[in-house]
């Protein structure tokens, strides 16, 4: 039976086999850093509860008998011992009251705290419970209650309460795929490993064909995505090396990066603007933002390009300035596909 104690987890008690006129406390063993509880207070805290409890008995000081003492040298009839670990939330005193000759346990207690204030207090409530207990037994005897009946035991539900057409081994696998599927993009290979191993798993499986394809179908993104990384691994050393090329044109070099923000988008192209010149540069902005369907800066593009006498390029802008919803663009655009230098009836309608 378990007794609800404050800051004590259990009280075990033995009668005395005599008065004990002298009682040893030792200092706690510790599995505990000394930084976090210290012992030695706890043990005083002991002896300070053993002098007020136990009356006319004699409670040897630290100085007298501590750690390393032999109670029987000093003339101790009882000896309490006891350790400090760590349990549960917070910390464990076990507390222990043995014949100091026989070494019989006659007592035994323990405290938990969350705190080394909360252990004290532990410790003492412990204290004061083991010796109150000691001498209330010893002064009186008790007869066996009678014993309960044994309860019968619940009737048994044939393949268990709980009965499921699926193995629980494999939906935890299946919710171990389902989490590690939500990072799939950046892991492609450890989503399809996860549902591989819920293909792989005997017993009920309804899952096994799914998974399984599942599984195929993120290994082909993995291989996808390794040849696309690899790709643009490729392109932009390219991208790094013509750039800075003098005899490299201008439209050519805005090409390449119109080219290259339209696959890779406009945030992989922005840092290699710097390999540009300031004029350049600036265009191959308007440019990157134009691939990103922003028709104010495809307009500007189609106002650079006139600048520098590029027809064509600021037709081209035009187009994307009215595929990005901007009515004016198309109508400008409507209209110099039908001058003389561009013409395209069919574009222009």
Not at 31 to 58: M, Q, Y
Not at 80 to 101: C, I, K, N, P
Not at 125 to 150: H, M, N, W, Y
Not at 232 to 244: E, G, I
């Amino acid at each position: 039976m378990n007794a609800a104690v404050p800051l004590c987890a259990a009280v075990l008690a033995v009668s005395l086999p005599g008065r004990a006129d002298t009682v040893a406390v030792l200092e706690l063993e510790s599995r505990v850093p000394d930084s976090e509880i210290k012992t030695a207070p706890l043990a005083e805290e002991v002896r300070s509860v053993a002098g007020r409890t136990l009356g006319e008995v004699r409670v040897l000081d630290a100085d007298t008998c501590s750690r390393h003492c032999d109670p029987r040298a000093v003339g101790a009839d009882m000896v309490v011992s006891g350790a400090l670990s760590r349990g549960g939330d917070g910390y464990l005193v076990t507390l222990e009251l043995r014949t100091a000759r026989s070494d019989r346990l006659v007592g035994a207690a323990s405290a938990t705290g969350g705190s080394a204030e909360e252990l004290a207090d532990a410790v003492a409530g412990a204290a004061v419970d083991l010796f109150r207990a000691q001498k209330a037994v010893s002064a009186v005897s008790i007869s066996p209650a009678t014993l309960p009946e044994v309860p019968q035991p619940a009737p048994l539900v044939p393949g268990g309460a709980v009965n499921l057409d699926v193995d629980a081994s494999v939906l935890v696998a299946y919710d171990d795929a389902r989490t590690v599927e939500q990072t799939g993009t950046q892991r492609p290979d450890e989503a399809a490993a996860a549902w591989r191993a819920v293909a792989e798993l005997g017993g009920e499986n309804p899952y096994r064909e799914m998974a399984a394809a599942r599984a195929r179908q993120w290994q082909d993104y993995a291989e996808s995505k390794r040849a696309f990384d690899e790709q643009l691994a490729r392109d932009t050393s390219r991208l790094r090396k013509v750039l800075p090329l003098a005899f490299v044109t201008e439209g050519t070099k805005l090409e390449l990066v119109s080219r290259y923000a339209h696959v890779y988008g406009g945030a992989k192209a922005e840092p290699l603007l710097v390999l540009l010149p300031g004029e350049l540069r600036g265009r191959a902005q308007l440019a990157i933002g134009c691939e990103d369907k922003d028709a104010g800066r495809c307009i500007s593009l189609a106002r650079a390009a006139d600048k520098a006498h590029d027809a064509q390029g600021a037709l081209d802008a035009l187009d994307r300035a009215c595929s990005a919803n901007s009515a004016e663009s198309c109508a400008e655009a409507g209209d110099r596909w039908l001058r003389p230098e561009t013409r395209d009836v069919a574009r222009a309608l």
